[in-house]
Every structure is written in structure tokens, then in C-alpha cells.
Nanobody, 124 residues
Framework: QVELVEFGGGLVQAGGSLILSCAAS????????MGWYRQAPGNQRELVAL?????????AESVKGRFSISQDNANTKKTVYLQMNSLEPEDTAVYCC????????????????WGQGTQVTVSS
């Protein structure tokens, strides 16, 4: 099992910055990838950024050049950070941390885990 705990979020003016962090604990050594999704009212959940086990990032087109994802693997926790710069009102959403782990137990199985979500509000 994997537990995800998120930190960060809040209210910021357009053009400002925020950093989100997500700490994973439990069976973390098979987590790959880990990252962030967001959901604005009336919209479907969408990918923001993911980072794979080798540190390779994937970004949504709408955040490229403004957001940066990184990770820190230490001891018994794996933490992923999302640095958000040049924030726009369109970035307002609930941001949820996601982790996936794939294991082989006679067959390959992938498990997904979600954090509780954190609100990011960007005022114009």
C-alpha cells in the first residue's frame, strides 16, 4: 500500500508562484510514475505533470515552461514537488497527487493511489 500526503496550495495573485509537495510512504520502491493531476469545477480531471523513476518529466502543454516537477527519494519516503510559476487564473483547480506502482504476481498488475487534493486559487 501507498499513502500520499500533500502540502502546499492556497491563494495567489496571477503571475505569482506556489509550490506543491506530495510525500509517499509505504511500498514506495515500485512507484513509477508519480505526479499531479488537477480538476477545475465543471471540468474533467487532467494531467499536469508526471515524473518517472529516472527523473524524466512529462508536462501538459498548458503548463510547459511555467511548471517544474522534481523528486526526492530519501529513506522511507518519496517526495515529489511541483514548482508553479507565472500562475494564471486558468490554473485554479484542486490539485491531486497520483502514484502508480506496477508489480508482477503471476501477471503484471498496476495500482493507482491518490492524495486528498489541495486547492490552488489564482486571482486575476
Amino acid at each position: 500500500q501507498v499513502e500520499l500526503v500533500e502540502f502546499g496550495g492556497g491563494l495567489v495573485q496571477a503571475g505569482g508562484s506556489l509550490i506543491l509537495s506530495c510525500a509517499a510512504s509505504g511500498t514506495i520502491f515500485t512507484i513509477n510514475p508519480m505526479g499531479w493531476y488537477r480538476q477545475a469545477p465543471g471540468n474533467q480531471r487532467e494531467l499536469v505533470a508526471l515524473i518517472d523513476g529516472n527523473g524524466g518529466p512529462t508536462y501538459a502543454e498548458s503548463v510547459k515552461g511555467r511548471f517544474s516537477i522534481s523528486q526526492d527519494n530519501a529513506n522511507t519516503k518519496k517526495t515529489v514537488y511541483l514548482q508553479m510559476n507565472s500562475l494564471e487564473p486558468e490554473d485554479t483547480a484542486v490539485y491531486c497527487c497520483n502514484a502508480r506502482r506496477t508489480v508482477f504476481d503471476g501477471a503484471w498488475e498496476t495500482f493507482g493511489y491518490w492524495g486528498q487534493g489541495t486547492q490552488v486559487t489564482v486571482s486575476s
